[in-house]
């Protein structure tokens, strides 16, 4: 979703500071707004000039993509083209809500070189739950907690002081974040004991979500309940879920579907929680 894109880039941005931090980087001295002429022109997420005059490339991933490496590569060259006596440090900040697969770094014949990967679910809520920022704050609810409920309810607590339009906005970015660690649900429940009236249930992100879960639910209800020995009616519940996220399905993973037992439709149903691609449900 660009609309969820977007919002998750401007909620993060205001917290950069602390981000930084955390990697032991100076402060920002400057936003430097690019656009790059690769061979496919891409956009960085953030690029900036820090105090000690290094030039620092961010980007921002919500999944593991196999190419970020030869992404941040390209940016590289590009990046010291333009800018050739800085020194450039690249890191790429994970949020996903699956484990960290991505490769940072290569060595391969006479060129050496990696980016640093600082990973969300690596860093303890506490890091961001003690910051003095309002918008900093909010990042804990995509950290390492043992109990998520209390990290929002903190979160929630804090904000209490602020007028209601502003508590409003918050409230919706912290929904925002939640969908990340599919905490969507707790935030509207504590949200419900804050002194403001909002309904998440209008957001548009909700909705989506919504509608992923109902194809979700509708999918595991026919693959695992009283149709249970219906083969067909599986692999029917199970390519109507794929093609919600993915699209029109090549016919390999149609015939695959098809003739595949209920073990195997069962399997591939828990693997669609985390994955993101149709190779990753399907890899055997």
Known sequence: MQQYDVRLKLI????LPRLFRLLGLPPVAEYLTVEFPLLQKALPDWVVRLEDQRI???ELQAQNDPRMLWRCLDYWRVMGERWPEPDIV???IYVGG???SMISSISRG???YGFDILNLQDVEAREFLESESDEERMLAIMCRSEDPRETIATILGSWKHLPAKELTEKIGDLFVLSQLRKQGTTVIEEADTMPVHLDLRDNELYKWGEREGEAKGEARGE???EARG???????????LLERRFGPLPETIRMKIGSANIEALDHWLDRFEEASTLDAIFAD
């Open 56 to 58: 620092l490339h961010v």
């Open 223 to 225: 693959a695992r309940g």
């Open 90 to 92: 690249q890191v790429v």
């Open 98 to 100: 699956s484990p960290m």
């Open 12 to 15: 993060l941005q205001r917290a």
């Open 230 to 240: 219906e083969a067909r009616g599986e692999a029917k519940a199970l390519i109507k």
């Open 110 to 112: 006479r060129l050496t």
